[in-house]
């Protein structure tokens, strides 16, 4: 919206493909990529080196303080999570990948939230199967779905609010008895997978 790509009050709903090019422009950003690899992921070197710009201006208290994190670690100090969780740079090889210092305290910050929402969901009686990255795949019976997907958001929420000060948004998805949870994005590799286990 802020790079005048979708308009006012736009969601991944209402644009799909607007929000999934920019999701991946943000988390490229945070993981350092420059304009020229930014542009190649969009398929426009122009509007690559326009949104890395943008951002830095329109998100400079973000890009100080990511500055600072690594400036802090290449002085020998550490960075850690609010619940312990200490960074090891270099993995006691000597080198130091300055992208993955940048990016840690964002990943790092979500790891705690999920480990917490995790736990406060075992801990309330939700089934929980597995964590996945970002999200939590939770187990109900039909009756019982969305009352235990409301209580699932409310501790992710709780979670955020825990770590970071204040409460994330969190999406779900509801997936019934006989079907499949299926993500565009993974559908070539999942059919491969699929043709990969007719074989064996």
Not at 25 to 40: D, N
Not at 48 to 54: A, H, N
Not at 126 to 148: F, G, N, Q, T, Y
Request: with cysteine; net charge neutral; charged share 20%.
């Amino acid at each position: 919206i802020l790079a005048s790509a979708a308009p006012p009050g736009a969601t991944k709903l209402t644009h799909p493909a607007v929000r999934a090019a920019f999701k991946t422009a943000v988390l490229g950003l945070q993981y350092g990529c420059g304009a020229e690899a930014l542009g190649a992921r969009l398929g426009n070197e122009a509007l690559g080196r326009k949104l890395v710009g943008d951002h830095r201006r329109v998100y400079s208290q973000y890009w100080r303080w990511s500055e600072d994190q690594v400036d802090r670690v290449l002085l020998g100090g550490t960075l850690c999570t609010p619940f312990g969780w200490r960074i090891r740079p270099g993995n006691g090889t000597g080198e130091l990948n300055v992208r993955s210092v940048a990016n840690w305290p964002i990943q790092s910050a979500g790891a705690d939230i999920l480990r917490i929402a995790t736990t406060a969901m075992v801990e309330h009686g939700i089934k929980v199967c597995a964590p996945i990255h970002d999200a939590v795949l939770i187990e109900a019976p039909e009756d019982d779905a969305e009352p235990v997907a409301d209580l699932a958001e409310r501790l992710m929420r709780e979670a955020s609010s825990v770590v970071i000060g204040v409460p994330c948004n969190v999406d779900r998805s509801l997936i019934p008895s006989g079907s499949h949870y299926r993500d565009e994005r993974g559908e070539s590799f999942s059919r491969k997978v699929l043709t990969i286990l007719a074989t064996l």
